[in-house]
């Protein structure tokens, strides 16, 4: 079993920044991806970002590209999400999962991960 904490989260500003982090602990395996998702009220679970387990390719959802970065560092089993230049509309849980399968098209999927960790609220205010 894949235990996953994520931390970072909290109350900005518009236009402000916070970086959130995701560590995995537990069972580990080697060569897997990882992603982040985020859910607001009453809407569905959406994809943000997703990086490979070499961190040469990754992935944006269209409204953060730009402004979000993803990172990992397999020495400590984490990945982060650098955010910057938050909106309003950026107000969610962010949720960051672990995907065990090819790294590809298919990780913007939120049913392709395997492991999830319980989510860090992020609030923008305006």
């Known amino acids: 079993q894949v235990q996953l904490v994520e931390s970072g989260g909290g109350l900005v500003q518009a236009g402000g920044s916070l970086r959130l982090s995701c560590a995995a602990s537990?069972?580990?395996?080697?060569?897997?991806?990882m992603g982040w998702f985020r859910q607001a009220p009453g809407k569905e679970r959406e994809f943000v970002a997703a990086?490979?387990?070499?961190?040469?390719?990754?992935y944006y959802a269209a409204s953060v590209k730009g402004r979000f970065t993803i990172s990992r560092d397999n020495t400590k089993n984490t990945v982060y999400l650098q955010m910057n230049s938050l909106k309003p509309e950026d107000t969610a849980v962010y949720y960051c999962?672990?995907?065990?399968?090819?790294?590809?098209?298919?990780?913007?999927?939120?049913?392709?991960?395997?492991?999830w960790g319980q989510g860090t609220q992020v609030t923008v205010s305006s």
């Open positions: 537990g069972r580990t395996f080697s060569n897997y991806a």
């Open positions: 999962a672990v995907r065990l399968g090819t790294f590809g098209p298919e990780v913007l999927w939120p049913y392709e991960y395997e492991y």
């Open positions: 990086i490979s387990w070499s961190g040469s390719g990754t």
